[in-house]
């Protein structure tokens, strides 16, 4: 019931494509799903994050669609660059604690 | 500010040999964290720091102690290394508060470990 499931492991698009990646979870309890962004060598930095009292959320190129009743979020990047490649992970948290169960992540390429 | 520093950034180890990684953060956080990277299973929680003070376990205990020296400072021990200990380690914290909005955590560069 901890699990946070993500798809697909490896994306590649074209420049000003439009990748979505997708999570999702089990515990009603969590209330707070971010999504890290990792360059090669580099700690995961928080790209954008939701609330479950939202269905989307956009920050720039990036949006957060969340599907409450069946609990799946997703990731989209709106005209994708080759400065995106990166590695995406979602992570959930809440239900008392905030400590983070993270997805396997999704490497992207970006072709430019 | 230098955010989440982690000393060293690499390390090889022979099997058997023990050695302590450092964290240390400098934006006053509660909280502190250390995970495992490893390809195909994404970061998964070794250990946690509430608080100063306290410690507790997380999904990958085993083969790790914790200290949490003080608010700053949070490291990490493998008394007795294994090859299945190979991997990269990060260390993160965070500073949530009841009724917040965020519990956004922030990562250091890393430590990339091999055990021969």
């Known amino acids: 019931q901890q699990q946070v499931k993500q798809s697909p492991q490896s994306l590649i698009v074209q420049k000003g494509g439009i990748p979505i990646i997708n999570c999702a979870y089990e515990n009603t309890a969590f209330d707070y799903f971010p999504w890290y962004q990792q360059f090669p060598g580099k700690g995961p930095a928080l790209l954008i994050a939701?609330?479950?009292?939202?269905s989307e959320k956009k920050e720039g190129r990036f949006t957060i669609s969340f599907n409450k009743s069946a609990k799946q979020f997703s990731l989209h990047i709106m005209d994708s660059q080759p400065g995106d490649s990166a590695t995406y992970f979602c992570?959930?948290?809440?239900?008392?604690?905030?400590?983070?169960?993270f997805g396997t992540g999704t490497r992207l390429k970006v072709l430019a | 500010n230098a955010g989440v520093t982690q000393t060293p950034k690499f390390q090889v180890l022979k099997t058997g040999q023990s050695m302590t990684l450092q964290c240390a953060q400098d934006?006053?956080?509660?909280?502190m964290y250390w995970y495992r990277q490893d390809p195909g299973m994404g970061l998964r929680l070794i250990y946690y720091s509430a608080s100063e003070g306290t410690t507790d376990k997380g999904e990958v205990p085993n083969g790790y102690n914790v200290s949490r020296l003080n608010k700053r400072e949070f490291s990490l021990r493998l008394e007795s290394a294994a090859p299945s200990q190979t991997s990269v380690y990060f260390c993160?914290?965070?500073?949530?508060?009841?009724?917040?909005?965020?519990?956004?955590?922030?990562f250091g560069p890393g430590t990339r470990l091999t055990v021969t």
């Open positions: 993160a914290s965070s500073d949530p508060r009841i009724g917040s909005y965020s519990y956004e955590q922030y």
């Open positions: 939701i609330r479950p009292d939202v």
């Open positions: 934006m006053n956080h509660n909280s």
């Open positions: 992570a959930a948290s809440g239900g008392g604690t905030y400590k983070y169960i």
